[in-house]
């Protein structure tokens, strides 16, 4: 008998609500992937790269072409990133890098404290590393709570894990946030895992801020971006880390071990893509699909408690039309009007139900309106 590694289940609610949707035919806006083409200079990119023989392995830390373009994309943000090739590793993907952040810098009964709802990787990651998750909640609004987060740090504690912009609501912390987070770490060897994979997606006039901008936290934080999520190419599985050079140094020594290098022809291909990319014109794009989505569930007996600031994903309440928790709702959902959403429970670790369901809105705007029907056809 193998003795389980983590409390995770065996079946991520997304691969189980994807099935659900394919067993009951069912517009699924559950998973956080793209259904609409990736740039097709991107594609170009990717054939030539091969074309060009970049299939051998990549050095460990990355393409160094792609290096230089990350040090030149990042020095151009609104908060400037200020890097060195010895701050930037470039990971299979932005999941592995929050596991071998966690693999680089704990030991068995360190404590991680991680604010809920979060992504359902977390947990699992921590506990494989031979930690203890301490789990504190985000207010109603999806803040931090400061006061409980500093009531949860001791002596044990060796990590924070955040993640801005939010998964599930869409929240992009502020500076005065990063003020306040390196202030209640200072002093300490506690390390900060910044998960922050929309970085580009922000809505509205509201501005990405990385741990790393912070001239604090930088020494204490190691920051993750997608690559995946950047460019709708969430298939290609390619990421990037950022960290002190101690870090960084911690970090590539369980790296070499683990994936060691990552995908060579793909980051040429980012490499090249970095040169010519609209960051506005990416942003003005997932802008226009959140309102999209939003004025096409206009009407329906959902409730918009907050529009989501960033990211892929819109919250709806449903309190309006079902007592049931939230799981049981979005079966009930995909079984009956056939549209496929995540219970927002999923990103709590013991929170049955929040009275509410996420959608995916980086959808095609025919998936979207299709969804859209359903839904106004078994409601009416």
């Excluded at 909640?137 to 993640?163: C, P, Q, V, Y």
Aim: proline share 4%; charged share 25%; aromatic share 12%.
């Amino acid at each position: 008998m193998i003795k389980r590694k983590h409390s995770g289940s065996d079946l991520t609610i997304f691969s189980e609500m994807t099935a659900l949707a394919l067993k009951n035919f069912a517009v699924n806006l559950s998973q956080g992937f793209p259904d609409f083409e990736i740039d097709g200079r991107l594609k170009s990119f990717l054939a030539n790269a091969t074309q060009q023989d970049f299939n051998q392995y990549a050095p460990m830390s990355g393409n160094p072409l792609l290096v230089e373009n990350l040090i030149e994309f990042n020095a151009k943000r609104k908060f400037p990133i200020t890097l060195a090739k010895e701050n930037i590793t470039i990971s299979p993907g932005a999941s592995y890098g929050i596991f071998t952040a966690l693999a680089a810098i704990l030991q068995f009964g360190d404590e991680v404290i991680v604010l809920e709802p979060c992504y359902d990787s977390y947990v699992p990651s921590i506990e494989i590393n031979g930690g203890t998750p301490v789990f504190v909640g985000m207010t109603e609004d999806f803040e931090i709570d400061f006061e409980a987060l500093k009531n949860s740090i001791n002596h044990r504690t060796r990590a924070i894990i955040i993640n801005s912009p939010h998964n599930p609501s869409g929240k992009v912390l502020k500076e005065e946030d990063f003020h306040r987070l390196a202030a209640l770490i200072e002093g300490s060897q506690i390390i900060l895992i910044s998960d922050e994979v929309y970085d580009l997606l922000t809505y509205d006039g509201h501005e990405f801020y990385s741990a790393f901008n912070h001239p604090k936290l930088k020494d204490q934080s190691l920051s993750i971006f997608s690559f995946g999520k950047m460019f709708h190419a969430t298939g290609w599985k390619i990421g990037y880390v950022l960290g002190s050079e101690e870090l960084t140094a911690a970090y590539r020594r369980i790296h070499q071990y683990l994936g060691f290098s990552v995908n060579s022809p793909a980051q040429q291909a980012l490499a090249n893509y970095l040169e010519v990319f609209d960051v506005e014109e990416n942003r003005k794009l997932l802008q226009q699909k959140r309102d999209f989505f939003l004025e096409a569930f206009n009407g329906l007996p959902f409730t918009v408690r907050q529009k989501a600031e960033a990211g892929y994903f819109q919250i709806l309440g449903f309190e309006n039309i079902s007592e049931l928790a939230d799981k049981d709702f979005a079966v009930w959902l995909t079984e009956n009007a056939k549209v496929t959403s995540i219970p927002v429970s999923a990103f709590f670790q013991n929170v049955n139900d929040t009275k509410s369901v996420r959608f995916c809105f980086a959808k095609k705007e025919e998936t979207v309106l299709r969804a859209a029907e359903k839904l106004k056809d078994f409601f009416k």
